[in-house]
């Protein structure tokens, strides 16, 4: 019985039923692309994709029914898809464009991050904590997603016990490639510049902190205008800890 009604919705407004399928397709990926995808999903403003789909399904039916006729459908139909069509494509750039530049500090989607940018296979974050620990006090968390020709940034602080302090430096003195302060001469040949830790509110790294290089490669030799940066910070006078990783 469903078949035998499709079949006959196509038979009488062709035209504007296969533009309803096609759109509906469309639909459902663009609003995949932007709920399951996304690092902050568009549960309602993706919804705004569903209006082509709408209108040629609007069409069909009073097509079908004889309000319309077959000519005058095809007329509408196309006209729908030059303007819907445009208008919807306009506004998934435009969304597009403020996914891949806003950058997100909401500690709670810290999990998500991780999951949609490939950890633990992903080099940038693979020494990120798969979780922030539960007993940890003022989080600062920030993402930047690359976008053009700009970098991708993660970066994660915040304030634990003192024996999480000590665990994570015997850790990460076992796996660093060079240990060091702000101060030392070889700061900048590895790639730490002033402003590498200015998302979690340090332009310049205080002396308390020592610096633990995990990874550091420009993309052309003694050319920092590009590269690779993974290093991470522990202070024990201030029972704080920084992660930090990025590429531009």
């Not at 506004?91 to 500090?105: C, D, H, L, Q």
């Not at 979780?131 to 304030?159: D, H, M, R, W």
Request: proline share 4%; glycine share 6%; hydrophobic share 45%.
């Amino acid at each position: 019985m469903l078949i035998s009604k499709i079949s006959f919705t196509f038979k009488k407004a062709p035209f504007p039923a296969i533009m309803t399928v096609i759109y509906f397709v469309l639909f459902a990926g663009v609003y995949w692309l932007m709920t399951v995808t996304a690092i902050e999903p568009h549960y309602f403003k993706g919804l705004i994709f569903a209006v082509p789909f709408v209108c040629f399904g609007i069409t069909t039916f009073f097509t079908v029914i004889g309000k319309l006729k077959i000519v005058t459908s095809s007329v509408i139909t196309g006209c729908l898809i030059f303007i819907l069509g445009f208008a919807m494509f306009c506004m998934f750039i435009y969304m597009a464009i403020i996914e891949s530049t806003t950058v997100t500090t909401d500690i709670g989607k810290y999990e998500r991050v991780l999951k949609l940018t490939g950890y633990p296979n992903n080099q940038l974050i693979k020494y990120f904590p798969d979780k922030i620990p539960v007993s940890t006090k003022n989080v600062v968390f920030s993402y930047c997603p690359a976008f053009l020709q700009g970098g991708e940034n993660f970066n994660l602080k915040f304030e634990t016990d003192s024996d999480s302090i000590n665990n994570y430096s015997d850790e990460f003195s076992k796996k660093a490639k060079w240990i060091g302060k702000w101060s030392d001469n070889k700061t900048e040949n590895n790639g730490i510049m002033i402003g590498t830790f200015g998302m979690i509110d340090y332009g310049v790294l205080p002396e308390d902190f020592t610096m633990y290089l995990f990874d550091s490669k420009p993309y052309h030799p003694n050319d920092w205008n590009h590269g690779f940066l993974s290093v991470f910070a522990v202070s024990k006078q201030r029972n704080e800890i920084i992660f930090h990783s990025e590429q531009w």
